[in-house]
């Protein structure tokens, strides 16, 4: 009792409502005296342990029916210590966000008994060691993000350190919808387990090195929507697996080291492609899709523009910079009726612009660049068009 009193005092401890999945039945505030046993024993095990200020802390905290913490949210709190062990103790805890503290220490292996967990959040935190395999036994968490904010990593004290590679238990996470893991030094390769979880709806692997293929299990993702693989060690191609992907709405590879060939030819709901930066090679890759975003940029494709690009009647926005394309444009693009934004630039490229350009009733931004071997064509550019620069 005493020690109860020591620690909390007299204090009502002011809680927030830390997001949306912190149900109605969660409370704003709660008499100390009221926390059950357990949440209060790991409460004071964590408070110890973090070395900060006892209202920061208090204020971090949502509980359920004046007795159980379900959510304890850091963010850019003082910290000096470490997150006790005791936190595996807050086992009605649906919510653990940790962002932009200097935290030190490993992630404890504790962190495996909270059962009720649909939300885990280490975002720019000082964590060091490796991700515990027991992370795998969250059953209910749907959502997961181990990152460091890329842009701002060569001025930050409190990174995230974890070494290791991505456990393949990140596969037994069955409910898992996001799953983002950023600005680390994990190494090793893509777990196949991931293609496991099957109601994954994003998945964000970025500046992270990686290494080995993409794996082909990841075709078994059905319900992505979003992908995004940036700047990782991987090489290879892209697997024709991830034809099928049929809820997959956009892709973003930028600063990979594929060096085989965009292999999927038909992907039922891709709205948006963007690869950048990569040795791919192949050909310009046309796709059953209903695209409105084709960005290639800085890859060793060959051999000329398609034609059949023109079928895309869905396309809106069309950038091909610095690939290996010679030819010609080709007229069957003035077909595409949605088209607001066209840019080529730093192909091998010849002759003009054809004539049937002017038949783009919705193009607002049209630019050529970098394309020596093309000459000026005799007509006017519309009115309506913003024209960059050209030749």
Avoid at 56 to 79: K, Q
């Amino acid at each position: 009792k005493k020690a109860r009193m020591k620690v909390w005092g007299l204090l009502i401890i002011m809680l927030s409502v830390a997001s949306s999945e912190i149900l109605e039945d969660d409370h704003l505030c709660v008499r100390c005296d009221l926390i059950s046993e357990s949440d209060e024993q790991a409460l004071v095990a964590i408070y110890n342990a973090l070395q900060m200020d006892l209202s920061p802390f208090c204020h971090s905290l949502t509980c359920i029916n004046y007795r159980n913490v379900t959510a304890l949210s850091l963010d850019r709190a003082h910290v000096k210590g470490t997150l006790a062990t005791e936190i595996g103790l807050l086992t009605s805890l649906r919510s653990l966000v940790l962002r932009s503290i200097n935290i030190t220490g490993t992630i404890p292996t504790e962190i495996g008994q909270l059962s009720s967990l649909s939300k885990l959040q280490f975002l720019q935190v000082g964590f060091t060691g490796v991700i515990p395999t027991e992370i795998g036994s969250l059953k209910n968490v749907t959502y997961l993000m181990i990152a460091n904010e890329e842009y701002y990593l060569p001025f930050a004290d409190n990174i995230i350190n974890i070494t290791g590679t991505i456990p393949t238990e990140l596969g037994k996470l069955t409910a898992l919808q996001f799953l983002s893991i950023r600005g680390t030094t994990l190494s090793g390769t893509i777990p196949t387990e991931l293609g496991n979880i099957t109601e994954l709806l994003q998945l964000a692997l970025t500046n992270t090195p990686l290494t080995g293929t993409l794996p082909l299990e990841l075709g078994n993702l059905t319900n992505l929507l979003d992908l995004q693989l940036n700047f990782l060690d991987v090489v290879g191609a892209v697997p024709l697996e991830f034809e099928k992907l049929s809820q997959l709405q956009s892709i973003y590879f930028q600063a990979l080291k594929l060096n085989g060939a965009f292999l999927p030819r038909k992907m039922a709901s891709l709205n948006s492609l963007i690869l950048g930066n990569m040795p791919m090679i192949g050909t310009i890759p046309v796709l059953q899709s209903p695209l409105a975003g084709f960005i290639l940029t800085n890859l060793e494709l060959t051999g000329t523009l398609p034609a059949t690009l023109s079928e895309i009647t869905s396309l809106v926005r069309i950038e091909l910079t610095g690939l290996d394309i010679t030819g010609t444009l080709p007229s069957e693009y003035a077909r595409l009726p949605q088209l607001s934004d066209l840019s080529i630039t730093a192909l091998d490229l010849s002759g003009t612009i054809p004539t049937e350009y002017g038949q783009l009733n919705k193009l607002k931004y049209f630019e050529l660049k970098g394309l020596p071997e093309m000459t000026a064509s005799c007509w006017t550019f519309p009115d309506t068009w913003r024209v960059g620069d050209t030749w």
